[in-house]
């Protein structure tokens, strides 16, 4: 296919949306998604899935014209075709190291579809490659299925130069402890009721997805100031028939901190994540940016750490002046120890969260600065 026609399909399957879009027009306005009925939306999508398979199919110079419409689109709509496996002319790893670190994989920033900076996942080179592909398989399997305001983005498993890389959009102000660590003044109430907001529709999937590592570094923050459930590598689906089978390490994953004393004192084999282990890590969370410091932040050591949490000792209550004046009242305390019961049973549900959390916010006393600025915050070294 030659230029001219390639440009003459691109326009054919755009303009169905009704709507005109900059790189075709020298004084075109671009589209934004805001300006969209949900049909063009739609009718976008389709045109996106059309443009992508023809982009595939066409030799590697003449690429480009779809990479841009592309592009335009994705920011117009803040989607992406859902096939999980990207291909290479699609995003590129732009920096030599990466960019942060975790247990299992690294974090590296790339470029999707020439333009969005976007987080490359990628397993640790010391793990064994069957190892690898099979946690990084079963993270797919769950998060491509995924879509909510506040779960981060799936765009994509893409792999290049023998490494796989599981994609998703860059989140400039990185985790949600640092985020208010470095603003204090953010609306840590409107944050936490966001994360519930992302509990509650994994907890309400179907089949439930039950997270497995929330806590403050899993929770990313936007440009905008929008918190977005991340990192699924240790997410699974709820089956009831059948128990899946899970190696040990992946089975006791976790960090003491926020996890669950049931978790801590079972048996390796025992050890099974569920969405009331969720609830309690979210009661973590609460005291974690509430307080912007992780739980029992007084005990440095891990392994003291878990041994609190196995007896059943619950942090201590701070009140001093700026934690009570970021929300940190009876009413709040009263939630955490809630979702920190010994007692799975007893434990709320996402949902109970969502309501005590939106009366919470809606209560509070107005603030002269909240988490959604005014002006994109951006920071250098954002994560995702």
Same mark, same amino acid.
């Given at each position: %296919?030659?230029?001219?026609?390639?440009?003459?399909?691109?326009?054919?399957?755009?303009?169905?949306?009704?709507?005109?879009?900059?790189?075709? @027009?020298?004084?075109?306005?671009?589209?934004?998604?805001?300006?969209?009925?949900?049909?063009?939306?739609?009718?976008?999508?389709?045109?996106?899935?059309?443009?992508?398979?023809?982009?595939?199919?066409? *030799?590697?110079?003449?690429?480009?014209?779809?990479? %841009?419409?592309?592009? @335009?689109?994705?920011?117009?709509?803040?989607?992406?075709?859902?096939?999980?496996?990207?291909?290479?002319? !699609?995003?590129?790893?732009?920096?030599?190291?990466?960019?942060?670190?975790?247990? &299992?994989?690294?974090?590296?920033?790339?470029? &999707?579809?020439?333009?969005?900076?976007?987080?490359?996942?990628?397993?640790?080179?010391?793990?064994?490659?069957?190892?690898?592909?099979?946690?990084?398989?079963?993270?797919?399997?769950?998060?491509?299925?995924?879509?909510?305001?506040?779960?981060?983005?799936?765009?994509?498993?893409?792999?290049?130069?023998?490494?796989?890389?599981?994609?998703?959009?860059?989140?400039?102000?990185?985790?949600?402890?640092? &985020?208010? @660590?470095?603003?204090?003044?953010?609306?840590?109430?409107?944050?936490?009721? @966001?994360?519930?907001?992302?509990? !509650?529709?994994?907890?309400? &999937?179907?089949?439930?997805?039950?997270?497995? #590592?929330?806590?403050?570094?899993?929770?990313?923050?936007?440009?905008?100031? !929008?918190?977005?459930?991340?990192?699924?590598?240790?997410?699974?689906?709820?089956?009831?028939?059948?128990?899946?089978?899970?190696?040990?390490?992946?089975?006791?994953?976790?960090? *003491?901190?926020?996890?669950?004393?049931?978790?801590?004192?079972?048996?390796?084999? !025992?050890?099974?994540?569920? %969405?009331?282990? #969720?609830?309690?890590?979210?009661?973590?969370?609460?005291?974690?940016?509430?307080?912007?410091?992780?739980?029992?932040?007084?005990?440095?050591?891990?392994?003291?750490?878990?041994?609190?949490?196995?007896?059943?000792?619950?942090?201590?209550?701070?009140?001093?002046?700026?934690?009570?004046?970021?929300?940190?009242?009876?009413?709040?305390?009263?939630?955490?120890?809630?979702?920190?019961?010994?007692?799975?049973?007893?434990?709320?549900?996402?949902?109970?969260?969502?309501?005590?959390?939106?009366?919470?916010?809606?209560?509070?006393?107005?603030?002269?600065?909240?988490?959604?600025?005014?002006?994109?915050?951006?920071?250098?070294?954002?994560?995702?």
């Amino acid at each position: %296919m030659n230029g001219q026609t390639s440009m003459s399909t691109i326009i054919t399957l755009v303009a169905q949306t009704g709507v005109y879009i900059d790189a075709l @027009q020298e004084k075109g306005a671009e589209i934004r998604h805001r300006d969209l009925t949900d049909l063009e939306k739609e009718v976008c999508k389709g045109a996106m899935h059309k443009l992508r398979e023809e982009m595939l199919a066409q *030799p590697p110079l003449a690429r480009d014209i779809f990479t %841009m419409q592309l592009s @335009q689109l994705y920011s117009a709509l803040n989607y992406y075709p859902s096939d999980p496996a990207l291909h290479e002319c !699609e995003v590129t790893v732009t920096k030599i190291r990466a960019s942060n670190f975790g247990g &299992f994989a690294d974090c590296w920033e790339g470029l &999707f579809l020439g333009r969005h900076k976007v987080a490359m996942k990628a397993p640790r080179g010391r793990f064994a490659e069957e190892i690898k592909s099979r946690r990084l398989a079963r993270e797919a399997r769950v998060w491509s299925r995924l879509s909510h305001p506040n779960v981060l983005p799936f765009l994509g498993l893409c792999t290049l130069a023998s490494i796989s890389y599981l994609v998703s959009p860059w989140m400039e102000n990185g985790h949600a402890l640092e &985020f208010v @660590q470095r603003h204090p003044d953010a609306n840590c109430l409107r944050l936490l009721l @966001q994360v519930a907001n992302g509990l !509650e529709y994994l907890h309400g &999937f179907e089949p439930a997805v039950i997270h497995g #590592d929330l806590r403050g570094p899993n929770i990313l923050i936007s440009e905008l100031g !929008e918190a977005h459930i991340a990192d699924f590598g240790l997410s699974e689906f709820k089956v009831e028939e059948s128990s899946p089978k899970y190696s040990t390490p992946w089975l006791v994953a976790g960090h *003491p901190r926020w996890q669950a004393p049931e978790i801590i004192n079972a048996k390796p084999k !025992e050890a099974r994540r569920n %969405m009331k282990t #969720d609830v309690f890590a979210f009661g973590r969370v609460m005291l974690e940016l509430l307080t912007q410091a992780v739980p029992f932040s007084s005990i440095p050591l891990d392994f003291k750490v878990m041994l609190e949490v196995m007896k059943g000792s619950f942090p201590s209550r701070p009140c001093d002046a700026g934690v009570v004046a970021r929300g940190l009242n009876d009413e709040m305390w009263r939630v955490m120890t809630d979702c920190w019961d010994a007692d799975p049973a007893r434990r709320p549900c996402a949902s109970d969260l969502v309501v005590r959390l939106s009366i919470a916010s809606g209560t509070q006393s107005d603030r002269e600065t909240s988490s959604r600025p005014k002006k994109r915050l951006r920071v250098s070294g954002g994560v995702a």
